[in-house]
């Protein structure tokens, strides 16, 4: 079945410095992939999504990228902010069984 | 705000009791799925209804069990709560099953087993 790996477990960066993400996924049938932020006591929450016919797409700060041939999208946050710490999932579905498979999450910390 | 509504958002209870947890799905939304998340661990997922009826099943345990209501709420069942059970309960909801459908989670219901 689908398998999702995400890393870094842990991210800590500058203020105002870059941040990045990675997740690799299993199943070449998947074509649905969000990103979901969970704050300290919170739900997650989606923050950007992206399908399979698109190759990248920018929200503000976040963007996120694709590359359908290697597997694998990646998280980006420019200009990293303290509101920008929490946990980061990343979720791949098809339409196959219509679930979404979740990465481990990653832990990002901005240090001020 | 997600528009998704679980109650109670908080609940302690001992070992080998009985918990209902309770969710609204968004206005609209059919499908409605469940999720554990442990202490600093991943999203772990329970199952997952689809107007009213069982769509599909994760690693959830046989001492738990779940229903969706005809007005599309649902509510989660523990039983014979263990300590290990202690964990963060996300209900979430989506229009559809679909992919490419948005799943919204709420607030969740921090349940402590003592």
Known sequence: ?112 | DSGVTQTPKHLITATGQRVTLRCSPRSGDLSVYWYQQSLDQGLQFLIQYYNGEERAKGNILERFSAQQFPDLHSELNLSSLELGDSALYFCASSASPLSGNTIYFGEGSWLTVV
């Open chain 1, 1 to 112: 079945g689908e398998n999702v790996e995400q890393h870094p477990s842990t991210l800590s960066v500058q203020e105002g410095d870059s941040a990045v993400i990675k997740c690799t996924y299993s199943d070449s049938a998947s074509n649905y992939f969000p990103w979901y932020k969970q704050e300290l006591g919170k739900g997650p929450q989606l923050i950007i999504d992206i399908r399979s016919n698109v190759g990248e797409k920018k929200d503000q700060r976040i963007a996120v990228t694709l590359n359908k041939t290697a597997k694998h999208f990646s998280l980006h946050i420019t200009e990293t902010q303290p509101e920008d710490s929490a946990v980061y999932f990343c979720a791949a579905r098809g339409d196959s069984n219509y679930q979404l498979i979740w990465g481990a999450g990653t832990k990002l910390i901005i240090k001020p």
